[in-house]
Structure formats: C-alpha cells, structure tokens
C-alpha cells in the first residue's frame, strides 16, 4: 500500500487512475469516491492520479472496487520493473488509430469539399473508406460512451460517439434510401449548415473528419501530458543506482537501495553520490546542476555535507551516509513536486465543476437545437446537422487540461532550476505579495563568520599577522577562530605548528608559535598579560564593533600587534536579489534578532531602507501579523527553526534548502540552492504559471461560449466543429508546455560570469 501517514487515524492512498478522457470523469471519480465513509479524493485528469485520505485501517483495493464501478480502472503505484521506461501502450494505440483515421479520412474529405473529385459513385468509395474510421478508428469513443450509458454517466466521449455515430448513420440512410446512392451525385462542401432535401445529402467527411481531428487533439494532448510530467520522471531517475561501499574495511558494490544510515561509501571522480551524506575523507568539486540548476561547482571538503545525486567533479571522496531512501533531498524534492502537481487550486476546482455539469447541458441544448430547426419548419437533415455540431464544438477537454496542465509544466519547471512549489494555491498567493521579509543570517548572509578586515599597528607586517595568528587560532573551534583560521590558509597556505595552546572561555586563545608568545582575544585577556592596547588600534576595534562586526586583538612578545575584524558576511547575490524584488513590486524589509548596528550595516549594503532588528522568534511572527494588520500581503524567507513559525505565518513562505528541515516543513516554496535570487524567480515562475492558468481558463470559457451559439444557429459544419475543438485542446496544452522555456536569472548571471 502506498499510503503515508498523515494524521492519527489518517492515511494517504494513491491510486493510478485509467480510462479516463476528460475532465467530467475526473469529476465522476471524484464523487463517487467522496461518498465513501471518511474518505476524502482529489482525481486529477492531467496526471492520471487520485490522491486519497481515508481512516487509516481502509483497504486500498475498496477504493479501487469504487473507482471500477464507475467505468474505470484504478491500481496502485508500482515500483518500475527496469531502468527502461516501459512502452506507452495508450499513446501507441492512439498513433496507429489516428494513422489509420488520416489515411483513410483525408480522401473522404477531399471529394467532399472538391466537386472535381467527385466521380461516378464516388459516394460509395467514401462509404467504404469512412467505415472503418467510424467502427475502428472511433471505437475507444463509442466503447467509452457505452461503458458510461451502463453507468448512467454521460461525457465527452458520449458527445463524440453520438455525433459521429449520428452523422453516419444518416449518411446510410440517405444512401441506401433517399436519392444520395444515385449514380453521378454531386454536392458542394459549405462551412454552415445545408438547407437542402436530407435525403440527398451525405455527410461521411463529418463523421470521418470529425473521428481523426479528435483523434489528433487525443493524441498531442496525450504526449504533450506526458511531456509535462517529464521534470518529475528526471528527477526521480536522477539518483545513482549502485555504490561502492565500504564494510569491514572492504569495499564491495551493492545496489543503492540496500545501503543503510551509517555505511561509508567511495566515490569516484565523475561518479554520483549515492544518496545524502557527510564527508569523511578527500576533498573535491561538487557538481549540483542536475539536482538545483546551480551551474557552479562547489567545492567540498571533509565534514561538509553533501547531497544523493549531485556529481564528484574532481578527486576521491568517502562519504557516511545520513539519510537514505524516502529521507533523502532528492526524494523529498520529488515528493513535494508530485503533490504539487496532484493538488488543485481553487479557481481548478471552480473548472471541475463546470465540467461536471456541462456534458449533460450540451446533450439538452443538443436535443432543444434538434427540435426547434424543426419546428421551424427546416428540413430532418440540417436539424440533424446543427445538433451534431452542438455535440462536437462544446467537448470541455480545454476546460479540463487549462488549470492541471499549467501546474504539471510549471511545478516541474521548478524543480528543475531548484525551486519546489508546494501546492497549487501557492500560486493565486503570489500574485498579490507586496511585502518580503527578509532574515539575515543564512539568507542575507552565508551564515558563516569571515575575517574581513586586519588592522596593524605601525611596524609590524599584516602577513606576519595572518600567519600567527591563524596558527594559534587553528587550534581553536570557535567560529571566529575559524573564520581567522581559513583566512590564513587561503591567503598563505600551511601554517606553523602551535605549542602550549590554551583557551580562555569566552576570552580568547594563548600559546606558542614560532618562538612567540603569542595572545589572541579581548581586552580582559590581554588585561590578564599586562598588555596594553595602543590609542590607534583601540578606535580601530571601537569603530568597527560600531558596525557590527565582531574584533579581536592579536599581540605577542608583551605587545598589541593588530586588530582583527570578523563579520557574517553578505552573499554576493543578496545585493541582486534585492533589486529584483523591487523590480516585482515587492517592497523588502530587513528581520532579525541580531542587533541595529549589525542589521543596519547588512541593510545598507544590499540596498535595504527598511530594517526590524533585535526580534526573538515569537516577536516575527507578530511583525509579520502587523504587516498582514496593516493591509500587506506577506512574504518571508527564513532558513533557521527560529524562522518556522514566522514561515507559517506569512501569506507566502519560502525556506531556504541549505536551511533547517522546520523551516522547509513550514514554508510554501523550497528554494533547493540557498541563493537569495531563487526567490525571485519563485515568485516569477508561480506568478508566470498563474498567469497561464487564467488565459488558458479564458481561452476554454471563451471558446464554448462563442462556439456553441454559432453550432445551434447552423453558422459551423460539424467537420469544423470538431477541428476546432480539438484546437482548443492541442492550443491549452501547447499555452501550458510554454511554461518549460523559463528561465532563472540567477543562473543566467552565472553563466555570464563563467563565460
């Protein structure tokens, strides 16, 4: 069963839907599971899946049993059996019924529409050429039709079959007993209605013309759904399948899925990691671009965390894995895609049960078109032919596909460039944010403290300095040692032994390197030595802990030699974040617990004018509240548990990925890199989505309404109702595929940089 728990009590089934061809047997599925006893579904047409919450003791195959007595087939999700996707068994009946229908319907068309073509008994040849795309070409309409009439269901299927069923039996009619069989019978192609004697009139091109333009919106709408879920398939085939992991000191390849919390596994250069893990030993570049988009390598190193599926770039690397299987990144980005995509947004639902009801409507404007041409007086045969062309223009597949087909393209989209979007209301949300609150630490800021500044008293040499006093601090776990520490390296490489070191807490660090006596911390530690601070480096150190940075005093051999300034720093990318969020209409606002002086200068320098500072957790949610108080529609970026409840709170939440998993459980959208410009295009692609939602909703509703008026008034041919109305279709799918050309500017600013 392939359930998750939900709730007490509670649990998630997902069923495999099949057999369905619009969006009215969504909505019949959907109703019939409702019924149920505590069960709760949401069938969605675009993705073929019912998403099912029921009391957790619930046998998955009742489910199944009610889904089959509607019409339809229902299974669970099945593991693939291989690494090759297996054969679309529906898609390649479709192709070799539409060939099939082309080939044989296109020369009933053309002697239809061409009186040169039309030679002795050339209605007879049309006979024989229509036949078999009316019995064969057209079954899967006719048996869906049938399978629905069992059920006392109509849907678009019963529309297709009645009208290309109506069409040709009438033409068999006016064959065998009106004047249509006649040898030498001619009649001109009109794009309305004929007025004529019926009995003369043959009307095969529609019947056969109508079964392949079906047929054709069928099958592009078919592989272009298949098209959209391409972004979730790639990246749940994206993780390595096997790996080389090392038990008992010896190294042995096993499949993925029987590694364990725990194991330490080796990869290669040009090799996948397997799945989520910490590295033990080695350092090398890690190519993340197929998992978050992020073209840049990152360099890794032992301790540093790294992420199932991301690419070892350059040398040898043994891992200990932390999370596998369902825990891992790749497979929670995965998760959180299909439910997305599984979901519906309330402005779908409105669509859903429009559907629901339309079908049923058009067979009674269908009828009442049929009776009143005539009571007017017109003849049997153009009555007919107005009723037909009602049945075939008003099909609401383009009202089905306009909102699940823009989610599947856009969600799947994201994913791909590292933004997950976690559910379809998500979207309506954005377009109306003016606010975004911004947390400093990790999102503003890298998180991690560097040393930005070395301030020495005269005489002495600031390579000197860094030398020493990296030393020294290398021996310390203090994140501003650290940060002093990795400067050093950077700057001059190996770094000389230390002796006798010793941390005062809270003070500072003292010991020995090269021959010197060497004190590195606060003024009461270098008090504690009998050190005094210079005029000049004391300002120094006052005026930069007026900015906010943190400062430490460097001196050996009895006197001060330098100032050392440390800082969180900003991301490169902050400053350019910013300024697209102001392009958005957003306006941002600084939020932190961290001090003014410190926020202001972080503000200042990403080009913030507006700055909440010095705030515990409890008091974000309530500046978020204030916000919201005041009339603002709010976002807010966070990455820290401190930030989960303020995540929650907002009207649209975005986490960072390199954040905690509090803060992505809480927010809306995931940004998987932990640049601050993903958020931006977050709020671009959900706004872009939503917009292709609504024009596809106006293009359905405009379509049926405009359309079906002109069918009922005999201004439409039913042949080329049924080209437009699978049009429509191919025309809502193709507005939504759009959607895969979207561009993340953050990456766009990388790859220039890279060239």
């Known amino acids: 069963m392939d359930a998750a728990a939900v709730a007490p009590g509670i649990s998630r089934v997902e069923l495999e839907i099949g057999g369905m061809t619009c969006a009215s047997c969504a909505s019949r599925i959907e109703k019939k599971l409702n019924r149920l006893d505590g069960v709760s579904a949401s069938v969605n047409y675009a993705t073929e899946k019912a998403l099912v919450t029921a009391p957790a003791g619930l046998d998955p195959h ?121 040898p030498g019978m001619t009649h001109e192609f009109q794009w309305s209605v004929q007025q004529g004697d019926g009995a003369d009139s043959i009307y095969l091109e529609v019947a056969a013309g109508v079964t392949m333009f079906v047929l054709a919106g069928r099958y592009y709408e078919l592989r272009s759904k298949r098209r959209a879920g391409d972004a979730l398939r790639a990246l749940l085939e994206l993780g390595a399948k096997d790996v080389a992991v090392v038990r008992d000191g010896v190294e042995g390849r096993i499949p993925v899925s029987s590694l364990r919390v725990g194991d330490e596994f080796v990869v290669r250069p040009g090799e996948k990691i397997a799945t989520d893990g910490v590295i033990v030993s080695g350092s090398s570049a890690i190519d993340a671009s197929m998992v978050t988009g992020e073209s840049v390598p990152v360099e890794v190193g032992a301790g540093d965390a790294v992420v199932g599926a991301t690419v070892n770039a350059g040398g040898r690397l043994v891992v200990r894995a932390t999370r596998v299987g369902d825990d891992t990144q790749l497979a929670q980005m995965a998760r959180l895609v299909e ?68 989610l599947l393209v856009g969600t799947g989209r994201g994913a791909q460039i ?158 350019e974040a910013v300024a697209q969020f102001r392009s958005l209409g957003l306006e941002p606002v600084l939020l932190t617990g961290d001090n003014a002086a410190v926020a202001a200068r972080i503000a200042a320098q990403v080009g913030i004018d507006r700055v909440i ?11 978020v509240r204030a916000l919201q108080a005041e009339g603002h529609v709010v976002a807010m970026v966070g990455d820290g548990v401190n930030d989960a409840a303020a995540l929650a709170q907002a009207d649209l939440g975005l986490a960072m990925g390199t954040g905690s998993d509090a803060a992505i459980e809480a927010s809306d959208i995931t940004l998987v890199r932990g640049d601050l410009r993903s958020a931006a295009d977050a709020i671009r692609l959900s706004r872009r989505t939503f917009g292709t939602i609504r024009v596809n909703l106006f293009w359905a509703f405009a379509y049926n309404v405009a359309a079906i008026p002109l069918a009922a008034l005999g201004l439409l041919n039913p042949m080329i109702a049924g080209a437009a109305m699978a049009f429509s279709s191919v025309f809502v799918v193709g507005n939504s595929l759009r959607l895969r050309s979207f561009r993340s500017r953050a990456l766009t600013t990388q790859e220039k940089e890279l060239r």
């Open 62 to 182: 009742v489910l199944i049993s009610e889904v089959e007595k509607t019409g339809y087939t229902a299974a669970l999700p099945q593991p693939p059996a291989s690494a090759d996707p297996p054969e679309d068994r529906e898609l390649t009946s479709l192709r070799q019924r539409l060939i099939g229908a082309v080939v044989l319907s296109v020369p009933v068309i053309a002697m239809a529409m061409i009186p040169v073509l039309q030679f002795t008994f050339w209605q007879w040849a049309s006979l024989a050429l229509a036949a078999p795309v009316v019995v064969w070409a057209a079954y899967p309409f006719h048996r869906a039709a049938w399978v629905n009439l069992r059920h006392g269901a109509a849907t678009m299927d019963t529309l297709i079959s009645i009208g290309v069923s109506a069409a040709f039996l009438w033409s068999l009619y006016a064959l065998f007993f009106g004047g249509a069989g006649t």
């Open 613 to 623: 500072a010095g705030v515990l957790p409890q008091q974000k949610v309530a500046e």
């Open 339 to 406: 439910e997305a995509q599984s979901g519906k947004a309330d402005i779908q639902r409105l669509a859903d049960r429009i559907s629901g009801v339309f079908v049923p409507v058009v067979l009674v404007i269908s009828v009442v078109t049929l009776a009143a041409w005539l009571l007017l007086g017109y003849p049997a045969a153009a009555a007919m032919t107005a009723a037909v062309a009602v049945l075939i223009i008003a099909c609401p597949c383009a009202l089905g596909l306009a909102t699940p087909t823009a």
């Open 418 to 575: 590292g933004i997950l979007i976690r559910g379809p209301e998500v979207l309506e949300s954005t377009r109306s944010v003016d606010t975004i609150l911004l947390d400093k630490t990790g999102t503003v800021t890298s998180g991690r403290m560097a040393l930005i500044d070395a301030i020495t008293a005269p005489g002495t040499d600031r390579a000197d300095v860094l030398r020493l006093a990296g030393a020294l601090e290398d021996a310390s776990e203090h994140p501003i040692a650290a940060a002093i520490a990795r400067a050093a390296k950077d700057e001059l490489g190996d770094l000389p032994p230390v002796e006798s070191f010793v941390a005062s807490s809270g003070l500072g660090v003292s010991g020995v390197v090269e021959g010197h006596a060497l004190v590195i911390g606060r003024e009461a530690l270098l008090a504690d030595w009998a050190i005094q601070v210079g005029p000049a480096l004391a300002a120094a150190k006052d005026a930069a802990e007026a900015q906010g940075s943190s400062t430490v005093i460097v001196a050996w051999d009895g006197a001060a030699r330098a100032v050392l300034v440390v800082a969180d720093q900003v991301k490169p990318t902050s400053g």
